[in-house]
């Protein structure tokens, strides 16, 4: 898969990396591609394999709330890397990420369709059932059709429900910030994961019998739950189970805000430094929590490996 970055309006003609033949483009901001993003973008994938076409989303970054600055917009459920990864993964051909920016804002549908859908030759846009474009929101897929009548088809795709709930994204991130790793991943259609290089922290847990990887994320994720997670951690290749903290570590520090993420690999041992490491968040297990003692602490760290192991004995491994 390719991706290929535009910034508003996309000149006509020859545009670089842009195929002058006719693609099937699944339209979105698909933060998360969740079920309900990925029913939209399946149904693209499968109409351009018909048509023997390339298969492209159209996606933005940064997410417009963010650049808004509307609503509690704090981090991304799936960065342009993850992004792109499950993309590919899912047979689309072209990633078009269009910088949203103040200029982007201000756009009306009919500039939208005509500066960036004409040139970029989409034969046929695919949008969810709840898709909504251009300044302030104006255009949805009704007035997507309208606009372009004499040169592209528009289908929409209905709601993806689960349980007779709407898969959405806003759902998720709530999920995540709550503890509900169940539902979350269940919206997801995988675990959510989160991505970064190991580097050295406080070195502490290796003094009281449990080394941790501390994680510096690659991007803005959405932070979940302060707590402990059993995980599945890959790392060149390999996957491996554990357990992670997520949080301040009151035991040993007050006025602190700013989480890390500590992840103890069962039945391991190796310098893990300096590697990237992809952590699955499959089933929270505790909330953080300060204890009163050393002793107590690495009591509790015993049961939750025990408790992680347990839970990811029919995980895949």
């Not at 390999?238 to 009151?250: E, I, R, S, T």
Request: aromatic content about 8%; overall charge negative.
């Amino acid at each position: 898969m390719r991706t290929v970055t535009l910034t508003y309006p996309v000149p006509p003609g020859n545009a670089e990396g842009i195929p002058q033949q006719p693609q099937i483009a699944a339209l979105g901001q698909f933060d998360g591609l969740h079920r309900g993003h990925a029913s939209v973008i399946t149904a693209a994938v499968s109409k351009a394999r018909e048509e023997g076409v390339p298969a492209a989303v159209i996606t933005f970054y940064p997410h417009p709330k963010d650049v808004m600055g509307k609503g509690d917009y704090e981090g991304y459920l799936t960065p342009p890397a993850d992004k792109a990864q499950l993309l590919d993964e899912m047979g689309v051909d072209i990633m078009y990420v269009i910088e949203f920016n103040d200029q982007l804002s201000k756009v009306s549908p009919e500039e939208f369709v005509a500066n960036m859908l004409r040139p970029l030759n989409i034969s046929m846009a695919v949008v969810g059932f709840d898709f909504h474009f251009g300044y302030k929101g104006e255009g949805d897929a009704d007035k997507l059709r309208e606009l372009g009548l004499d040169f592209m088809q528009v289908e929409t795709v209905p709601p993806f429900q689960l349980n007779g709930e709407k898969v959405s994204s806003s759902g998720i991130r709530k999920a995540l910030q709550t503890g509900a790793m169940e539902l979350a991943n269940l919206w997801f259609g995988r675990c959510y994961h989160l991505r970064g290089v190991v580097e050295h922290g406080e070195q502490r847990g290796r003094t009281i019998g449990f080394p941790t990887a501390n994680l510096r994320l690659e991007d803005r994720y959405v932070i979940p739950a302060k707590g402990v997670y059993a995980v599945l951690a890959h790392l060149d290749g390999d996957v491996l189970p554990g357990v992670m903290n997520v949080g301040v570590k009151p035991t040993f520090h007050e006025g602190v805000t700013a989480p890390t993420f500590e992840v103890h690999l069962l039945h391991f041992s190796g310098d893990v430094y300096g590697r990237e490491m992809t952590v699955e968040l499959v089933e929270f297990i505790r909330p953080e929590r300060k204890f009163d003692s050393i002793d107590a602490l690495v009591s509790q760290i015993r049961l939750d490996a025990e408790t992680a192991e347990n839970l990811l004995k029919n995980k895949k491994v």
